[in-house]
């Protein structure tokens, strides 16, 4: 059975960057479209970004447009969200995942990586 594995996590001061990755394992991400998604502490689960199979970017968070990039590497089966000027409210767990399409829709994500922890902190 396939899963997405995400890494990239870690401590950063403002300011600073990250590039999360997302990985699948036992199947291709060619096929689908997969988000981006963070849970703060405290607060409910925010889907901010997504990539489509072919390459079309949707924000659904408006804040982080020009800041957060999504893209994907079909050759070696990840999907990166590039962050920059990151904040201390940007202090969350990051989740990989997908409905299973092909395009980026709000319908509901069933298929989730175990999600990878960002901390900004000075």
């Known amino acids: 059975q396939g899963q997405l594995v995400e890494s990239g996590g870690g401590l950063v001061q403002p300011g600073g960057s990250l590039r999360l990755s997302c990985a699948a394992a036992g199947f291709t991400l060619d096929p689908y479209a997969i988000s981006w998604v963070r849970q703060a502490p405290g607060k409910e689960r925010e889907v901010l970004v997504c990539i489509s199979s072919s390459d079309l970017t949707t924000y659904w968070f408006d804040s982080v447009r020009g800041r957060f990039t999504i893209s994907r590497d079909n050759a070696n089966n990840r999907v990166y969200l590039q962050m920059n000027s990151l904040k201390t409210e940007h202090t969350a767990v990051y989740y990989c995942?997908?409905?299973?399409?092909?395009?980026?829709?709000?319908?509901?994500?069933?298929?989730w990586g175990q999600g990878t922890q960002v901390t900004v902190s000075s």
């Open positions: 995942a997908t409905d299973g399409y092909s395009g980026c829709s709000d319908g509901e994500l069933d298929f």
